[in-house]
Each structure stands twice: as structure tokens, then as C-alpha cells.
């Protein structure tokens, strides 16, 4: 039986211990990114800052679904809003979520093509 870490059994680095405060941020990262909803919202606001109306003709939802979704990206300190007037607008303001979503959609799926949209590139 090996007894080397799996860290080095997989080819990476010795990976560091997380802190619970450090295991909490990441579970209240993955716990906003885990409804299709809040990721469609997020792949909107690539496009930059946008209000509650435009997001929610952007994405087909409704104005309280995607309300609700934004409070809960904001929470999470995800998205960073600002309100002008009657409207808010919302911006993404932890730029590390982009890297997740791209270091999950370049895993190779069981064809060892990466995951996309049928052109190949990660979405």
C-alpha cells in the first residue's frame, strides 16, 4: 500500500491544509453557484453591469425568481450592486467564480472532448 498524500499520487503540488473559515467561504461560494439560474444571471453580467429589468428579459425569468437569485449572489459577496435612482444595477465583484465555472467546463467529459457547446471551446 502507498502512503503518499493523494495530492502528489494525482501530480500536483503539495496542496495546503484549509482553515474552517477558509471551508466555509467555499461552500457559500459553491452553494450560490449551484442553481442554473444564478450561473445564466452570471454569464449575463460578462457582458458588464446590468439592472433587475434587463436581467430578467436577458435571462426569461421572472422579475421575482431573478430578484431573489441576485439577493442571494450578493450575499454571497458574488455580485456587487449599486442603485441609481428606482433601479439597481449589479456587476460581478468576485472575479474567482469565472475561474470556477472555466476550470469546470475545460473537465473532459467521457468522449475526452471538453465540455462546451458544440464548438469545442468551454462556454
Not at 14 to 36: G, N
Not at 42 to 50: C, D, K, R
Not at 83 to 108: F, Q
Amino acid at each position: 500500500m502507498n502512503s503518499r498524500p493523494l495530492t502528489r499520487k494525482m501530480g500536483y503540488k503539495k496542496a495546503r491544509r484549509l482553515s474552517e473559515a477558509q471551508i466555509k467561504q467555499i461552500v457559500t461560494h459553491f452553494r450560490a453557484l449551484s442553481q442554473p439560474l444564478r450561473l445564466r444571471i452570471l454569464n449575463e453580467l460578462l457582458e458588464g453591469e446590468q439592472n433587475v429589468t434587463k436581467l430578467v428579459k436577458r435571462t426569461g425569468a421572472n422579475q421575482s425568481n431573478v430578484s431573489k437569485h441576485l439577493g442571494e449572489l450578493h450575499k454571497a459577496k458574488i455580485l456587487a450592486r449599486r442603485r441609481d435612482g428606482l433601479s439597481i444595477y449589479y456587476t460581478i465583484a468576485d472575479t474567482r467564480v469565472l475561474s470556477i465555472c472555466e476550470l469546470m467546463c475545460a473537465k473532459s467529459n467521457s468522449n475526452g472532448k471538453p465540455i462546451g457547446d458544440g464548438d469545442g471551446k468551454p462556454i
